[in-house]
């Protein structure tokens, strides 16, 4: 019987327990996308417990505490630190095969190098042990990423954003490189006319001008996004629910602007056209300056109507949905493809019906400048999970190139979830060990090898060019 979690946790042969231990273990973490605060980063932030730097703001972990019973209180609400972990620990035992049961003891494992089962019996205990961690310099916010051995960590952050914390972390001289990501999708929700008024108010701003027109619009954000790119910025990022690719002209679009700017609601139509748009406007901008594009598509949103208005977006309430996805994809990259206006691309998808049509649509669009130009992105969200990584690195397989894949990232807002990178570092050592003791193919560990360290490391540095100075 194998121990729970031990040296060889998820390796199931002798190859993948090479391939993991001599060629995974040890390669340097480079976080390419993620939503962890870079104020916290900048002010090496030293968390007082558990709670504060695991358990605030993680709907992964509020969906189950909500599922297994708990008040909404100890989840969101006022209660103690110590009592909203009490019920989180209670809840642990209920989570077995659900990845969060992985999760959770991996990350007290690393890197606090707590091997006890979490449960409400054992949650003092380590409550308590992790406070005198965590209030130890060693546990500071940048200590953490040492001790991860992260390399570089890029932060999610809205055009109007004034990236002073970036500037901090950089002028401090911290040698874990902290780089933002522009997130413009606020500069496109027109679907909110007020919302949407409020923000170009703030964008006009900060980039110091008058936004009357669309034209206007369009001249604030890209001195925005050169203001992102002299801090460092390589990486766009868009939460969508599918790409959006209606038809449109420059005057439709300087009227639906005018519209909304004048407070008026858009038909639904007009908000598609606009969101249409505005995409192809970044995916240019990105491509003027050799950046990367990123689209997390096929999230439904806010479900519960109620919880909204009570808490807020990102606390627990949405799913995978259902969109149509070719037809738009394929307009959106043909539309950049024909100006030659198409970038580096990373597609994440949530539906894993849509896997292998996005993995095969994807490859319309490479031209052979830059190995793996697009790419189909790492497991995201409800698919970040053994099952979900190992299908989409299956269907990346078998419908273009793995060995060019750049790997994975963390997508949280916890400095406790790194240990994500070592999950799926055993998940695809366990993959290719496993072919290679059923003969599927060679067994050879100089290739084998470095490609688990390319798909673990070296693509993702070469790839993003954030070591170009």
């Not at 009592?83 to 992985?102: G, I, M, S």
């Not at 001790?147 to 950089?170: F, G, R, Y």
């Not at 060990?433 to 100089?446: A, S």
Request: net charge negative.
């Amino acid at each position: 019987m194998k121990k729970f979690l031990g040296d060889n946790f998820l390796l199931e042969t002798k190859t993948a327990k090479m391939l993991y231990h001599e060629h995974a273990k040890d390669m340097p973490i480079i976080d390419y996308h993620c939503h962890l605060p870079p104020d916290e980063i900048a002010d090496d932030k030293q968390f007082e417990n558990l709670t504060q730097i695991w358990l605030k703001g993680d709907h992964y972990k509020w969906r189950a505490m909500r599922a297994n019973g708990i008040p909404e209180e100890f989840i969101t609400g006022d209660r103690t630190d110590f009592e909203k972990f009490q019920k989180w620990a209670e809840t642990v035992p209920f989570t077995l095969r659900n990845p969060l049961y992985h999760w959770t003891h991996l990350e007290l494992k690393r890197p606090f190098g707590i091997t006890k089962i979490l449960n409400g019996d054992t949650a003092k205990e380590i409550y308590d042990e992790t406070v005198t961690m965590l209030n130890r310099a060693e546990y500071s916010t940048r200590n953490i990423l040492r001790k991860m051995n992260v390399e570089v960590v890029c932060t999610t952050d809205d055009p109007v954003d004034s990236l002073e914390h970036h500037k901090k972390v950089k002028e401090d001289g911290f040698e874990i490189k902290m780089l933002p990501a522009w997130r413009p999708d606020k500069a496109m929700a027109v679907e909110n006319t007020n919302k949407y008024k409020l923000y170009i108010d703030r964008l006009a701003e900060v980039a110091g001008m008058d936004i009357n027109s669309f034209t206007h619009l369009i001249e604030a954000l890209q001195k925005r996004h050169d203001f992102f790119h002299e801090n460092g910025c390589r990486l766009s990022d868009h939460g969508i629910e599918t790409m959006y690719a209606s038809a449109y002209s420059q005057k439709e679009l300087e009227e639906i602007f005018t519209k909304v700017r004048s407070g008026k609601k858009l038909t639904s139509e007009e908000i598609l056209k606009f969101k249409s748009g505005m995409l192809i406007v970044f995916a240019m901008m990105d491509h003027e300056k050799g950046w990367t594009q990123q689209f997390h598509i096929g999230a439904i949103r806010n479900n519960n109507s109620r919880m909204l208005e009570l808490l807020g977006p990102d606390t627990g309430f949405d799913s995978i949905g259902d969109f149509e996805v070719a037809r738009p994809m394929s307009k959106f990259f043909d539309r950049l493809e024909q100006m030659e206006k198409l970038t580096k691309t990373i597609v994440y998808n949530l539906n894993p019906r849509d896997n292998e049509l996005i993995a095969s649509m994807l490859y319309n669009f490479n031209d052979g400048s830059t190995p793996g130009k697009m790419q189909f992105g790492s497991s995201w969200w409800f698919l970040d999970q053994k099952n979900g990584m190992e299908k989409q690195m299956n269907d990346l397989s078998l419908l273009g190139l793995l060995s060019h894949f750049v790997g994975m990232l963390t997508d949280s807002r916890s400095f406790l979830s790194f240990p994500r990178h070592e999950y799926f570092r055993r998940i695809l050592c366990n993959l290719l060990g496993n072919d290679v003791e059923n003969g599927l193919i060679p067994n050879d560990m100089e290739l084998i090898g470095k490609m688990v360290e390319n798909i673990c490391y070296y693509n993702a540095r070469q790839y993003f060019g954030f070591y170009a100075e």
